[in-house]
């Protein structure tokens, strides 16, 4: 049976208490609803629907260029009432799965167990059993372990109440059934809403089986309605990326101090140490080693590089055995070749160092370019920016910068070159020579150093 997808995505989600609709919430650096939508699309849906309303421009805008219909649902009237809003798009033949944008931990292999169960007579929902189930509808199971009903929590007895099983919104069902049951439904309840769970009675009533498909880890079931769920489903979520990258080889000095906020993949013999946080595109060749409080943005990091502490690396490429930091960032288009050494305090912009070179020490290096075996000394900063335009500095194989020198791009340095400690060099110096630029140093005797006035007493 073709399957197709609804996703419920038009809470306002006051509880946050945001200017951000619910499902753009950020969980592991991407929106909730993204995580929901990538499970979607691993099942193979023929459609992906969408029922948005509350801040509906920003939760489309989110989503550009992506294979979604988009259903708006302008009065919010319950689970049913949304999922009305998309069935006219799905046809009977159908199975429909409907998700939830604010359940974004749910795993591939229960969504899957869910949809096999829905054939094309049953009802299949997904439990999850709860130590502390509040605020969550209630499963009513038969003699015979069927379900039998939902009973929401504003609605439910005490002895209903003590129920640990607990629906977790999601649900697959023929979408043919699933429309009549709909269409059937009142809001003669608690909240005035049309309750989807109410399908399940209808179902029972009509005489077919309803499957409850438990899910295995209960974390995978937690719906996300405040900051403190948000911060609950964010453990979760590192905690199983950081399980799966210790299963890759990787090294992880503390896998609940790991945050990945994006995709990083590692190499064989990888080291992290606490603290650490990498966001975008990230990947770390074999054996490296990324000390505390790094991080790491959108990079690549070469084999045997050793990130010390509290190194910031963003959208640049560090080559093979190259050594940064601490304390040392590495800003967008900044490329480093093998063996390369950047030290404490030392920034790099748009920026290419050759193989070998280093720059140890409290240093701006922006828009140059740098060859190989170049030592820039402690001070050193590459003047590139008039007020207006940016403007290259380029520095040849095995130079000598001296200490405190600042180079007024645009400046070409020969191969081989020295510069003398504290000189400003606004010309092209040439290979093989020694150029520096010093005033002439002056003496003055007799000068007395300022003394303060005595205080007056009072």
């Known amino acids: 049976m073709p399957l197709s997808v609804v996703v419920l995505a038009a809470g306002q989600g006051k509880r946050m208490h945001s200017r951000l609709p619910k499902v753009l919430q950020p969980l592991a650096g991407r929106p909730m609803l993204a995580h929901v939508l990538e499970r979607a699309r691993a099942l193979g849906a023929a459609g992906i629907h969408v029922v948005y309303g509350h801040g509906g421009d920003a939760v489309r805008a989110a989503f550009p260029d992506q294979d979604l219909s988009w259903h708006e649902q302008e009065e919010q009237l319950g689970t049913g009432h949304a999922v009305a809003q998309a069935l006219p798009a799905i046809p009977d033949d159908h199975c429909a799965l409907v998700l939830c944008g604010d359940v974004p931990l749910i795993g591939e292999a229960a969504l899957s167990a869910l949809v096999s169960a829905a054939d094309t007579a049953t009802l299949a929902l997904l439990t999850a059993e709860l130590e502390d189930p509040s605020g969550y509808g209630r499963v009513q199971r038969g003699l015979d372990g069927s379900v039998v009903e939902i009973v929401e929590q504003t609605d439910a007895t005490d002895d209903q109440l003590r129920i640990r099983e607990i629906n977790t919104g999601l649900l697959a069902a023929p979408a043919g059934k699933l429309r009549d049951w709909i269409a059937r439904l009142d809001r003669r309840n608690a909240q005035g809403e049309y309750y989807l769970t109410d399908c399940v009675a209808l179902a029972v009533a009509d005489g077919l089986n309803v499957i409850g498909v438990a899910v295995a880890n209960p974390n995978e079931s937690l719906g996300i309605n405040d900051r403190l769920q948000l911060a609950a489903a964010e453990r979760s979520l590192q905690q199983r990326l950081a399980g799966a990258l210790l299963r890759q080889g990787a090294t992880i000095a503390d896998p609940a101090r790991i945050d990945i906020r994006g995709e990083l993949t590692v190499g064989r013999d990888v080291f992290i140490d606490i603290n650490t946080v990498f966001l975008g595109k990230v990947e770390l060749g074999d054996g490296c080693r990324i000390g505390p409080q790094a991080v790491i943005r959108d990079s690549r990091i070469g084999p045997e590089t050793l990130v010390h502490a509290n190194s910031v690396i963003v959208g640049s490429d560090i080559g093979p055995g190259c050594e940064i930091g601490p304390f040392a960032r590495i800003r967008p288009e900044t490329k480093l070749a093998a063996g390369v050494k950047i030290g404490n305090f030392v920034e790099l912009k748009k920026s290419e160092i050759g193989e070998g070179s ?73 290979a093989a ?26």
């Open 358 to 430: 280093k720059a140890n020490h409290l240093s701006y290096i922006g828009d140059a370019t740098i060859g190989r075996d170049v030592n820039v000394g402690a001070g050193t900063i590459t003047c590139n920016y008039d007020g207006a335009n940016k403007h290259r500095t380029t520095i040849g194989d095995d130079v000598f910068v001296g200490s405190n020198v600042n180079f007024v791009a645009p400046i070409v340095i020969g191969s081989g070159a020295t510069i003398g400690a504290g000189s400003t060099l606004t010309k092209d110096a040439p």
């Open 433 to 458: 020579a020694l150029t520096l630029e010093r005033g002439d140093q002056k003496t003055v005797t007799g000068w007395k150093r300022p003394t303060k006035k005595p205080k007056e007493k009072r």
